[in-house]
């Protein structure tokens, strides 16, 4: 009784300080704070285009919402993370303890995702991932206030193999970055590519972010496989491009992918990409209202076309904008914020998709073939390709 009357007239103090004026500063404040965006993306480097398009997808997602999060206004923060891993902690720390951003949107490349992901572990930050695909962020390491809207590494490359060996391929070079998203691709296509009856020939690399390939491709000439496939994205994936079809390889060994090796580089890359055939959780050419009605406002808004990572960034904005409604713009309420988030059906321009217990993407995987700078679909490679999520314990 005796609290309960302490905890009345303690209220009845607020409500009379307020209408004074003594109390309204804070109130007021509380109320109007916006919503604190921290982009941690590359702007520099091999992938600069890849965080460009993310960020224009994640503000297009926004902009149908009149630029708000759950009827709140947006402050953006922005850090160059340039792919590299070694400013992952520090930049990510920067945003978090510095801009003391709400959100932390990031980012392309696996290893600086590792820096991010410690981060958010340790401070308990959200962090919605709009691309890079390292296992252990929705494995082992998995999080409750951790969200990946892209994909994991394997998945493309689990849908890769069968299509390989369905084609006649049935010996293959595989080549990458030696980093974890190049390791991780791997896996996913050794995995396929060997239960559907084909033998790995070789497995070659160079270094993130090296670009020197002709060695390599004269390897590769020389062991004469039936396929190549590999796993390369970016400005690097443009120049593989171009160094394979210069080297005449194109003519007689189908190069394959996962089918980053084609996103945004079309123009840049011109004919020598023609005819690569890769697997991948979008198409341009998917005819759906949906993927024709976000082409033509991405391109009208941003006079660019957009790719995969567009659509990933736009994604993340429609994933934020289901949370933040449900909690109607209070993000400290956690346990519905990331309830509305894990019970997501995100109807994107991809096709519809799901969010995992270990939230990651639940989606189909496209056959797509480059005609005429465009990634055209030939057919679904792999439906409703969930990643196994080995390890993940939400706790
Ligand atoms: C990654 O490092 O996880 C990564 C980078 C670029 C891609 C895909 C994955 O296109």
Redesign the pocket.
């Known amino acids: 009784m005796t609290t309960r009357r302490l905890v009345l007239t303690r209220s009845a103090a607020v409500i009379g300080a307020a209408s004074t004026g003594l109390l309204l500063p804070q109130i007021v404040r509380a109320q109007s704070d916006k919503v604190r965006v921290g982009f941690m993306l590359p702007y520099t480097g091999t992938?600069a285009q890849?965080g460009v398009a993310i960020e224009n997808g994640f503000r297009m997602a926004v902009n149908e919402q009149g630029g708000k999060l759950g009827g709140r206004e947006i402050e953006f923060f922005k850090v160059d993370d340039e792919s590299n891993p070694a400013k992952g902690i520090e930049n990510a720390t920067r945003l978090v303890q510095r801009d003391k951003v709400d959100v932390l949107i990031g980012t392309?490349?696996?290893?600086v995702?590792m820096g991010i992901h410690k981060v958010a572990r340790d401070t308990g930050v959200l962090n919605l991932i709009p691309?890079?695909?390292?296992h252990v962020a929705t494995r082992a390491q998995c999080a409750p206030n951790v969200f990946r809207t892209s994909f994991t590494?394997s998945q493309p490359t689990l849908a890769l193999g069968k299509a390989m060996v369905d084609r006649g391929h049935k010996k293959a070079v595989w080549i990458t970055w030696n980093?974890?998203?190049g390791d991780e691709a791997y896996e996913g296509f050794e995995q396929s590519y060997t239960a559907a009856g084909g033998t790995i020939v070789k497995k070659l690399g160079l270094p993130f972010p090296n670009v020197e390939f002709q060695a390599l491709l004269t390897e590769i000439a020389s062991l004469k496989p039936d396929a190549v496939a590999c796993?390369f994205?970016?400005g690097g994936a443009a120049k593989f491009l171009r160094d394979y079809a210069a080297a005449g390889l194109n003519r007689n060994i189908q190069l394959y992918g996962?089918g980053?090796l084609t996103?945004g580089v079309l123009d840049a890359a011109g004919d020598a990409a023609n005819g690569v055939l890769t697997t991948m959780h979008y198409s341009d050419s998917l005819d759906t209202p949906r993927n024709k009605q976000f082409r033509l406002d991405y391109a009208k808004t941003f006079r660019l076309q957009p790719d995969v990572?567009a659509v990933q960034g736009y994604d993340t904005g429609l994933l934020l904008v289901k949370g933040a409604n449900a909690v109607k713009g209070d993000l400290s309420n956690k346990a519905a914020l990331y309830g509305a988030m894990e019970g997501a059906t995100i109807d994107s321009p991809r096709g519809k998709w799901t969010m995992s217990k270990a939230h990651n993407p639940i989606q189909d995987m496209y056959l797509r073939k480059v005609e005429n700078k465009e990634n055209k679909v030939i057919g679904v490679a792999a439906k409703a390709v969930a990643d196994p999520a080995t390890g993940c314990r939400m706790g």
């Open positions: 992938f890849l392309v490349h696996s290893g995702q691309n890079a695909g390292v590494n980093y974890a998203a796993f994205a970016g996962s980053f996103e990572y």
